[in-house]
């Protein structure tokens, strides 16, 4: 990302949620031993978590969620048009997130089957990049306070941001895990973007790549790997579409 310039001593920055479950604000919010260090280089606009107060000049807008709903597309084009730059992050706003498993299913039916003869403002699940130009993402489900911090960081100084571009295999190893495969599980470890610390393997849960695909990935090994323990194809292609970020990959995208 080029340098920003800012003449202010404090960027302005606002945060806004869309169809979400807002775990990625929470997840900022809540860092309380950083949090009063970090709010130190921002001016916060619009951030309901944290405060109040509403306004609607920011330099840089944090954009969490996806979209849904036709006055979604217009608030979030409202928001792209008053920030200089847009950061998506969470895997909803990324990548369509758990939100897109709607998308398998005819809408129509799908309303009726929730809200009965309800009418209810609906579309299918976008990525927020599907909307407006995106400058930045940032995914995690939810994302990494420390990730959010060093980023919005390197903003605010000018300075070179950067997503790890290996698997999270790598972390994983780092924290001398037993490696799930070994285990009878699949994990989506060996293709989906680090920067998670692994926390998931190392809590003995297959990673659902959250996180996307990492950089130059080996997917035809992935592959190999999995047919030749013989694990089911079927429940690849259901981790591979939990959330929506490995949908090139997938056999099964029905």
Not at 75 to 81: E, P, S
């Amino acid at each position: 990302m080029q340098h920003l310039g800012f003449s202010h001593k404090k960027i302005k920055i606002g945060s806004f949620d869309f169809t979400c479950c807002e775990g990625c604000q929470l997840q900022l919010a809540n860092h309380e031993s950083t949090l009063p260090a970090f709010l130190e280089l921002l001016d916060i606009r619009n951030f309901r978590e944290i405060s109040s107060e509403k306004h609607d000049d920011y330099d840089i807008a944090l954009v969490e969620g996806s979209i849904t709903r036709e006055d979604e597309v217009e608030r979030l084009k409202t928001i792209r048009k008053n920030a200089r730059i847009l950061i998506a992050y969470g895997t909803c706003a990324c990548f369509g997130g758990v939100n897109s498993l709607k998308n398998n299913f005819p809408i129509d039916e799908t309303v009726r089957e929730v809200y009965g003869n309800h009418s209810v403002d609906t579309l299918p699940v976008r990525k927020i990049s599907d909307v407006v130009t995106v400058d930045f993402s940032i995914p995690g489900c939810p994302v990494s306070k420390e990730e959010v911090e060093r980023i919005i960081t390197s903003v605010a100084t000018g300075s070179m941001i950067e997503l790890p571009k290996y698997p999270v295999c790598v972390e994983c190893k780092q924290q001398l895990n037993t490696c799930l495969f070994d285990l009878g599980e699949i994990c989506l470890g060996p293709i989906t973007r680090a920067g998670c610390n692994a926390v998931c393997t190392t809590g003995k849960t297959a990673c659902l790549g959250c996180r996307g695909p990492a950089d130059d990935i080996n997917f035809e090994s992935f592959m190999q790997l999995v047919t030749d323990r013989k694990m089911s194809l079927e429940e690849l292609d259901e981790k591979l579409g939990f959330y929506n970020c490995f949908e090139e990959f997938r056999h099964d995208k029905s």
